[in-house]
């Protein structure tokens, strides 16, 4: 089966936090380690979403031009998920001259299929600078629920989709002043024109039960009020718009969220174009038995339900004026909109502008990639807000990594270097040794159905349960109790099946925590890797617009992850004592980290 999994752009304004890669990161990359496991073709794709005024604001600040903005913060992005271990099979950005060309297919498809309408609407200007304010830089009160702290696009609060207009005492989120509103041309998606089709596509992923409740209904609750939406912008920085009389305007540009959208699509075609075989996207693209899987926080919900969906049905000319597809055919709608909650920090929202984070970067260069990818994963916002706290940070990580899963390895690898050096043969198994086999293969299917359900959250409990069985059988069959020649035979077979229990646990935690997976596949004896890496790779533009540029990327080579099964351990492998495979943090990392927070 072929399988997209589409990430969400992370936003090219700065490092990453804890909160931005446990709703697209981190998910996105454990479903496409277990889907490739479970034999089906992924493409993961994504990229640096480098767009926007925010970006020209940031950058004047900063005292460097746009393009020297977001080139030092793709290159940070990408490696910061690079480290994290996600497996990209192209991570791009959308300042490629092949991102310009793709977003303005979309468009000019949109507009000559009737789906892409000029209007006049209230434009925000800073009265200070003259320059356009972006809808998510002016905040007021929301003239529906009256939340104080509602954006010019969006209430967080209610979730209805808003205007700047719209608020009541607008205000500037970059210097407090009171936005001027003047008239201004802009090209409007039609959404009221795709209103039928997009409740026809909907209704249908509602019936199929896949999707999480809160996406669904969210989802369907926007089509109440729907109306078209400005899909230009007042700005120097971004795309042109692809229409005579349109293109030579320096002052308009699409859409930053109506081109980072597009992104998925056009990083499939530019991970073909760069592989030799530029058509290739077209399978997981064109073909309708293809799945598609979007991965992001909530408050992305109405851009991937509702935009992107509305800009591929006006596209293939499916709303009420019809049409006909462009270049690119009849475009695959998502399959599930996978959505996860907001994480809080110590019960508090991230602020980047307050410094209250917790930097990715900072997390790995500490403590590595293990315990925040397993917190994520057990404790994150899946389908409810959830709070990162250090106390249990610390916490997961020493009782459940280090003395469950960590302490299992290192007692199995430990007793079998002491007694044989190398992986025994088992004599005959007796009940318990049966008993215990049957339960790791059946966490085969349990952890798998999970997985696929996107329940990841019950998925490493599940796991980590089975790791309980087997610590559990260790204690049962007390192999260090096991010292006379007569008991030789039975302390090999118990020692073979302890062997065999962790090498398929290994195989069954590897795609929440792949760094680890690797690091206990050595210490069973195995030489190489369980499961592929990403890398980070320099590329060059593939097109004349892009001559002398050069950037970084995240792909690899994923042909050879192990199945999801067992694979039987061999006998006479040599296994020498390991080091430990987790590091147990001191309780002063919370004291720590905590006054770090608070600055």
């Not at 719209?166 to 959404?191: A, M, W």
């Not at 192990?562 to 004291?591: H, I, Y």
Request: aromatic fraction near 10%.
């Amino acid at each position: 089966m072929k399988v997209l999994s589409a990430v969400a752009w992370p936003y090219a304004n700065g490092p990453r936090h804890l909160g931005h890669v446990a709703g697209f990161g981190v998910p996105s990359d454990v479903f496409s380690r277990y889907m490739r496991m479970a034999g089906h073709d992924v493409l993961m794709v994504s990229g640096s979403d480098e767009h926007g005024t925010p970006i020209l604001v940031l950058a004047d600040q900063a005292g460097v031009t746009p393009r020297e903005f977001v080139d030092t913060n793709h290159a940070v992005i990408a490696g910061e998920l690079a480290d994290l271990g996600c497996t990209y099979d192209l991570y791009t950005r959308t300042t490629t001259a092949n991102h310009y060309a793709v977003a303005q297919e979309l468009f000019r498809q949109n507009w000559l299929n009737g789906y892409m309408v000029e209007r006049t609407q209230q434009g925000a200007i800073s009265p200070s600078t003259g320059r356009t304010l972006p809808d998510r830089f002016i905040e007021g009160e929301c003239p529906i629920c009256h939340y104080p702290d509602a954006r010019g696009d969006q209430c967080d609060n209610c979730g209805n989709q808003l205007e700047p207009e719209d608020l009541i005492n607008p205000r500037s989120k970059i210097n407090g002043e009171t936005p001027e509103f003047v008239e201004t041309q802009h090209f409007f998606l039609d959404l009221p024109a795709l209103a039928d089709a997009l409740r026809e596509w909907l209704a249908g992923r509602d019936a199929s039960g896949s999707w999480r409740p809160n996406v669904i209904k969210f989802s369907l609750n926007i089509l109440d009020d729907i109306k078209p939406r400005a899909m230009t912008r007042d700005i120097d920085w971004g795309i042109p718009v692809p229409l005579d009389g349109w293109r030579d305007n320096h002052a308009k540009r699409l859409y930053v969220w109506f081109d980072a959208v597009i992104g998925y699509l056009s990083a499939s075609i530019e991970w073909a174009r760069r592989l030799g075989e530029p058509e290739r996207w077209r399978e997981w693209w064109n073909d309708p038995e293809a799945l598609s899987y979007y991965f992001m926080g909530k408050d992305n919900i109405t851009f991937h339900s509702q935009i992107w969906p509305a800009e591929l049905l006006g596209y293939a000319g499916r709303g009420s004026r019809g049409g006909e597809p462009g270049t690119y055919g009849e475009l695959n709608l998502p399959t599930e909109v996978v959505s996860s909650e907001f994480l809080t920090m110590e019960g508090k929202q991230f602020s980047t502008s307050r410094g209250y984070v917790v930097r990715v970067r900072d997390v790995l260069d500490r403590y590595g990639p293990d315990g925040i990818r397993y917190f994520i994963c057990a404790a994150g916002p899946e389908n409810q807000d959830a709070n990162f706290t250090w106390r249990e940070f610390v916490q997961r990580n020493n009782s459940e990594l280090v003395a469950g899963w960590g302490n299992l390895v290192s007692r199995t690898a430990a007793m079998v270097a002491k007694n044989f050096g190398e992986v025994p043969r088992p004599g005959v198994l007796e009940p318990v040794d049966e008993e215990v086999r049957a339960t790791v293969l059946a966490g085969f299917g349990s952890v798998g159905t999970l997985l696929e359900r996107h329940r990841q959250k019950a998925a490493i409990a599940e796991a980590m349960r089975v790791v309980g069985e087997v610590n559990a059988y260790v204690s049962r069959t007390e192999p260090f109790k096991l010292k006379g020649e007569d008991q030789r035979e039975r302390l090999a077979t118990v020692l073979h099946t302890l062997v065999q229990c962790v090498s398929d646990l290994n195989t069954m935690l590897s795609p929440f925590l792949p760094h680890a997976a690797n690091r206990v596949h050595r210490a069973l004896g195995n030489e190489g890797d369980l499961v592929p890496m990403p890398r980070l790779e320099t590329v060059t533009g593939l097109d004349p617009d892009d001559e002398g540029r050069s950037w970084p990327v995240i792909t690899g080579e994923y042909s050879d992850f192990p199945r999801w099964e067992s694979r039987p351990v061999v006998v006479g492998t040599p296994v020498a004592k390991p080091a430990p495979v987790f590091t147990k943090l001191d309780e002063s990392v919370v004291d720590d980290e905590l006054a770090l927070a608070e600055g």
